[in-house]
């Protein structure tokens, strides 16, 4: 394990995206363990660690990342442009049945898509195996193409929903359409089916969909007062904060506060518009990737705070949270990209670097002090 002394200036970024002066990062930057592109990160009881990554392998790690098993039994994923083996997460009662939860991009016959699938995690002998692995849901449709699955997972504070975050696939009006589950943001049960009494089944939507409007959801968590909170990757600029309401359409691709990459104008997000509007928006864009919550005690001032990895940007963002609302708070520079952000079980936050376009692949920890 190596510590390094972070020193780098953390810019506070002003919501027209002027910087205000300098800061030094109050944290300890601590590399855990270099792994292959890793994407999102889950801790087991005992402060092990199940990460994925992107070529479709997932690995147990010890707390101190010295001890580092390949799980076996994982789906075979598709891990061309941004698809591969993405979020993990442990079932509510993990501690009784030992499930998990896992997110992939999978060829099929008619394209590609994001599945979620669910596992029984066993350990013998020094091995550790995903067992009776499940398909509980298939984004519809599958369609040609690498990037926007998003397929970030969450549960419900009382552990009876699964919410499950479907991209646009860069097609952007499946994201307004009824009838397809792409662009939105679902509600499931813990078996992957539509939950009862979803607002928009009434509707004609398919009965999955909590919201719409959506264009590539790389983070999704509640605070401690049971508000759902998104974010979600913008095109050029316009990446965002939402405060996830059911039945709300949030505007993809008719409104954003960012423009085409082409250059082309999207009308933004406009009092009376009929979309629901980001709580935060950058531009410059930051390319959020992963989304934490915090609720631990040694960084006590950050208490109730969504933290936020930027790719792009190479940062670790904070985002204040108060009540329905949200402001942009730090934004330090971790000089490599960020694609997940996860509270650790002494309070310590834990990043990974997404292994790619110079990025290493580190699990760092970050604890108090300098």
């Not at 001890?67 to 994982?74: E, L």
């Not at 490599?336 to 990025?359: K, M």
Request: overall charge neutral.
């Amino acid at each position: 394990m190596r510590t390094i002394y972070l020193t780098l200036p953390a810019l506070l970024i002003a919501c027209g995206g002027n910087a205000a002066a300098p800061a030094t990062a109050p944290f300890t930057k601590t590399v855990v363990a270099d792994l292959e592109s890793p994407w999102a990160m889950t801790f087991l009881p005992d402060g092990r660690m199940l990460v994925t990554e992107k070529a479709g392998q997932l690995k147990l790690v010890s707390a101190d990342g010295a001890a580092i098993t390949t799980v076996a039994g994982v789906p075979t994923v598709s891990s061309e442009g941004q698809g591969g083996l993405m979020d993990v997460v442990l079932a509510p009662a993990f501690a009784k049945n030992r499930q998990v939860y896992v997110s992939f991009s999978q060829l099929g016959a008619n394209g590609k898509g994001v599945v979620l699938a669910r596992g029984t995690l066993s350990e013998s002998g020094g091995v550790a195996r995903l067992d009776n692995v499940a398909t509980l849901f298939r984004a519809q449709p599958y369609v040609a193409g690498d990037g926007h699955f998003s397929g970030r997972i969450a549960f419900s504070p009382d552990g009876q929903y699964l919410f499950f975050t479907n991209g646009d696939r860069q097609k952007f009006d499946p994201a307004q359409d009824r009838t397809e589950t792409l662009g939105k943001v679902l509600r499931l049960t813990l078996d992957g089916k539509p939950a009862p009494s979803n607002p928009l089944a009434a509707k004609g939507f398919d009965p999955a969909v909590w919201s719409y409007g959506h264009r590539n959801l790389l983070g999704i968590a509640f605070d401690a007062a049971g508000n759902l909170w998104e974010q979600e990757m913008g095109p050029r600029g316009g990446d965002e904060v939402n405060l996830i309401q059911p039945a709300k359409n949030y505007g993809w691709p008719n409104a954003s506060n960012g423009s085409h990459y082409d250059g082309r104008d999207i009308p933004d997000h406009a009092p009376g518009d009929g979309f629901e509007a980001p709580k935060v928006s950058w531009n410059p864009v930051i390319s959020p990737a992963g989304l934490m919550i915090y609720s631990g005690q040694m960084f006590p001032a950050w208490q109730g705070d969504a933290f936020i990895g930027g790719l792009s940007s190479k940062a670790l963002i904070r985002v204040d949270l108060n009540g329905i609302n949200a402001s942009k708070g730090d934004q330090w520079d971790m000089g490599a990209r960020i694609r997940e952000v996860e509270q650790g079980p002494d309070g310590a936050i834990w990043v990974l670097e997404d292994g790619q376009r110079g990025s290493q692949g580190r699990l760092i920890k970050l604890t108090a002090g300098r």
